[in-house]
């Protein structure tokens, strides 16, 4: 009867192949799991930037503002939020019901980190009506 020998050593360089695939997938599921989470708390930070922006916006008009003082507010940056850079939108349109004169405003706060082209690049907008 004839032995078979050497089966032991193909058996352990499949074993090593399987296992060193298993972990190179291993390391790229991670690998997108961190992205994932940045983005996700990207995402977070300008919606936060967008709705900073969006109660300042608010309180303006609260307090006696216009359109005017909102639109000629350059982009806004809020400490805690480096990076995001808010842009903000007024519109207003008045309507005279029975005897009072009401003002519609509506606000859009546009809130972006980094460039468009970059791979890291986030944006919020969050709109608002209100009337005064």
Do not use: H, P
């Amino acid at each position: 009867m004839i032995k078979q020998q050497g089966f032991s050593l193909v058996m352990a360089i499949f074993i090593l192949v399987v296992v060193g695939l298993l972990g190179g997938y291993m390391l790229r599921l991670g690998g997108v799991q961190l992205s994932t989470f940045n983005q996700t708390l990207q995402g977070a930070k300008a919606y936060q930037a967008a709705r900073a922006g969006i109660e300042w916006g608010i309180a303006r008009i609260s307090n006696g503002g216009s359109c005017a003082d909102i639109s000629a507010q350059t982009a806004m940056s809020f400490t805690g939020l480096q990076g995001f850079s808010v842009r903000m939108i007024c519109s207003s349109q008045t309507f005279s019901e029975a005897d009072r004169n009401l003002t519609v405003f509506r606000l859009s706060a546009l809130s972006q980190f980094g460039d468009y082209t970059n791979s890291e690049y986030t944006a919020r907008q969050l709109e608002v009506t209100m009337v005064r």
